[in-house]
């Protein structure tokens, strides 16, 4: 399998609950960041985390990084219908490329 | 400051035919990143340019090709179209390898192949 692999697949949730997605991976990593893309578009960055840090925030969200077990988790506090998205993590090992996991589809219910 | 922009929106192609698809970086970005992302499916990733260097590229075969142009805009040719290439193609720009590798998305092509 590929490196960076998102699970859930897909995760509904109630508007107002917070969402978690994990990420995990196979090789050394020097970056892990997490994008969301709306349907059909373009990707968004939202965050990056360095090998070397543990957790990072930016506004609602909230990104972790274990490189002893090789996973992250993004967790989006507080969600709301705008949220609905597919949220995919991609790692870097070198300078050569960044992989893309296949992503969570996340569906905020109002 | 100007995104990333693609071009065609949308392109719509006949089998064996063959398509070119455009994109232009952010102003300062010199690295050029194309990913195939079929329907439902995560992106995989199709050819990285950097300062009109091909640098590396995904396991796609050979009729997947593409360049860079001085103005660090580029190219992504298609030959001899499949039905399986129909997708969206989508092209990131980031600063020079070396700085963080935060990538920059335009909106991306939808290829059909018909």
């Known amino acids: 399998s590929q490196q960076g692999e998102e699970d859930p697949q897909a995760l509904s949730i109630q508007e107002g609950e917070n969402a978690t997605m994990n990420c995990s991976y196979k090789?050394?990593?020097?970056?892990l960041q997490w994008y969301r893309q709306n349907s059909g578009r373009g990707l968004v960055h939202l965050i990056l985390?360095?090998?070397?840090?543990r957790e990072k925030h930016s506004g609602r969200l909230r990104v972790t990084l274990d490189t002893s077990k090789k996973s992250s988790s993004l967790l989006i506090t507080a969600s709301r219908a705008a949220d609905t998205a597919s949220y995919f993590c991609?790692?870097?090992?070198?300078?050569?490329?960044?992989?893309f996991g296949s992503g969570t589809r996340l569906s905020i219910r109002p | 400051e100007a995104g990333v922009t693609q071009s065609p929106t949308h392109l719509i192609k006949t089998r064996g035919q063959q398509a070119t698809l455009r994109c232009s970086p952010i102003?300062?970005?010199?690295?050029v990143y194309w990913y195939q992302q079929a329907l439902g499916l995560g992106l995989q990733f199709l050819l990285w340019y950097d300062e009109g260097e091909e640098r590396n590229r995904g396991n796609f075969p050979p009729r997947f090709s593409g360049r860079q142009f001085p103005n660090y805009s580029s190219e992504l040719n298609v030959n001899a179209l499949e039905l399986e290439d129909s997708a969206l193609y989508l092209c990131a720009s980031s600063l020079p390898p070396g700085q963080v590798y935060e990538q920059y998305f335009g909106p991306g092509t939808r290829l059909t192949v018909t």
């Open positions: 090789t050394s990593i020097n970056n």
């Open positions: 985390i360095r090998s070397n840090e």
């Open positions: 102003s300062g970005h010199t690295s």
């Open positions: 991609a790692t870097d090992s070198s300078a050569s490329k960044i992989i």
